[in-house]
T-cell receptor, first 115, second 114 residues
Framework: AQSVTQLGSHVSVSEGALVLLRCNYS??????LFWYVQYPNQGLQLLLK??????LVKGINGFEAEFKKSETSFHLTKPSAHMSDAAEYFC?????????????FGIGTKLQVIP | DGGITQSPKYLFRKEGQNVTLSCEQN?????MYWYRQDPGQGLRLIYY???????QKGDIAEGYSVSREKKESFPLTVTSAQKNPTAFYLC?????????????FGSGTRLTVV
């Protein structure tokens, strides 16, 4: 069975500092991995996805994530935080067979950006 | 522009009442999903549908019902049997033939019991 662990339900960074949001997964088959962002009272928006091509994935808004199979990790980073990055971030894993893609979401990490 | 529309944005339910949340998509996606979001618990799958006239229970289906009479529509009914319905409900869709795609989400409905 697949699962996702996000370390740290709340993360605070100063504006301009490095953003690092941690995600570890377990999967019995090669996974597809995703990061989503959610702003208050809104739906989730796809930030980036890993689909077994390049291990370093670039997404929107300057975010990127690196797939490390040996560490079963898919951490999300951004070199310099902006105030607009304050939101909740969800890591997700998919390992559907056939047509149905079952997706398991982590519990989320709320990012606070301090001016 | 294509997308998913959820309505209403806010909904208030009295004890013992059934309420229906609307979800419509114009992305021509085959699969649709309903998730419940509670603080600190992430997203939990309620129901999903891969094709018209077919749907499957997710992890927390008790007290909920759905229908999928049209490809574009996947309404969720929260019945009086759902003991703790106050939550943020998210509808999503995807192409089921391509795992790479990820989900497209609606903007959610916040349901409150009064």
């Amino acid at each position: 069975a697949q699962s996702v662990t996000q370390l740290g339900s709340h993360v605070s960074v100063s504006e301009g500092a490095l953003v690092l949001l941690r995600c570890n997964y377990s999967s019995s088959v090669p996974p597809y991995l995703f990061w989503y962002v959610q702003y208050p009272n809104q739906g989730l928006q796809l930030l980036l996805k890993y689909t077994s091509a390049a291990t370093l994935v670039k997404g929107i808004n300057g975010f990127e994530a690196e797939f490390k199979k040996s560490e079963t990790s898919f951490h999300l980073t951004k070199p310099s935080a902006h105030m607009s990055d304050a939101a909740e971030y969800f890591c997700a894993v998919s390992e559907g067979s056939g047509g149905y893609q079952k997706v398991t979401f982590g519990i989320g990490t709320k990012l606070q950006v301090i001016p | 522009d294509g997308g998913i529309t959820q309505s209403p944005k806010y909904l208030f339910r009295k004890e013992g009442q059934n309420v229906t949340l609307s979800c419509e998509q114009n992305l021509n996606h085959d699969a649709m999903y309903w998730y419940r979001q509670d603080p600190g618990q992430g997203l939990r799958l309620i129901y999903y549908s891969q094709i018209v006239n077919d749907f499957q229970k997710g992890d927390i289906a008790e007290g909920y019902s759905v229908s999928r009479e049209k490809k574009e529509s996947f309404p969720l009914t929260v019945t009086s049997a759902q003991k703790n319905p106050t939550a943020f409900y998210l509808c999503a869709s995807s192409t089921w033939t391509d795992r790479n795609y990820g989900y497209t989400f609606g903007s959610g409905t916040r349901l409150t019991v009064v």
